[in-house]
């Protein structure tokens, strides 16, 4: 079985800062790992996936993300955010044993101030 | 694109009522999900369905049904609503036999009083 940890239940950054939201993970196969997005009274939109091959994962308004096997983690990352980045973001990790199911982290709310 | 469409976007309904979700996913997908989502607690996954009239439990499927006749629609079924199911309902469709990303709606916000 699979487990994530989002350590930070809130982040508040000011407009145009770097932000960083952490993700850890722990399981005992091999993973696929997910950050999906969640504006306000919307459904999830996929930010971005690690799947095989490079590390450094790019994904959609400028996110990016680094998988780490060996501290288990896939934090997120934003050089420079903008007002309308303020959402909840959830990591999610599947396994080879469980390979169309998703666990989620229980999601980081993302605050930018003007 | 991937169109997945829930039947409402809020509800409420009373305590004992008999409660149907309906979801809609226009992609050919075989692989279809409910999950509720509560402050703190992330998604949780209630029911999952591979194929037409297949389904499995989640890690919280009591009080809870579904039904699956057709590849394209997806029902969540609250046999007799409580208080303790007020929350949001996100259903949720992906492609093929591994993971690559879910599709999700827009969200149903159950109150139930």
């Known amino acids: 079985a699979q487990s994530v940890t989002q350590l930070d239940s809130q982040v508040p950054v000011f407009e145009e800062a770097p932000v960083e939201l952490r993700c850890n993970y722990s399981s005992s196969v091999s993973v696929y790992l997910f950050w999906y997005v969640q504006y306000p009274n919307q459904g999830l939109q996929l930010l971005l996936k690690y799947l095989s091959g490079s590390t450094l994962v790019k994904g959609i308004n400028g996110f990016e993300a680094e998988f780490n096997k060996s501290q288990t983690s896939f934090h997120l990352r934003k050089p420079s955010v903008h007002i309308s980045d303020t959402a909840e973001y959830f990591c999610a990790v599947s396994g080879s044993g469980s390979a169309r199911q998703l666990t989620f982290g229980s999601g980081t709310q993302l605050t930018v101030l003007p | 694109d991937v169109k997945v469409t829930q039947s409402s976007r809020y509800l409420v309904k009373r305590t004992g009522e008999k409660v149907f979700l309906e979801c809609v996913q226009d992609?050919?997908?075989?692989?279809m999900f409910w999950y509720r989502q509560d402050p703190g607690l992330g998604l949780r996954l209630i029911y999952f369905?591979?194929?037409?009239?297949?389904?499995e439990k989640g890690d919280i499927p009591e009080g809870y049904s579904v039904s699956r006749e057709k590849k394209e629609r997806f029902s969540l079924i609250l046999e007799s609503a409580s208080t303790n199911q007020t929350s949001m309902y996100l259903c949720?469709?992906?492609?093929?036999?591994?993971?690559?990303?879910?599709?999700f709606g827009p969200g149903t916000r159950l109150t139930v009083t």
């Open positions: 992609m050919d997908h075989e692989n």
């Open positions: 949720a469709s992906s492609f093929g036999q591994r993971t690559y990303e879910q599709y």
């Open positions: 369905s591979y194929d037409v009239k297949m389904k």
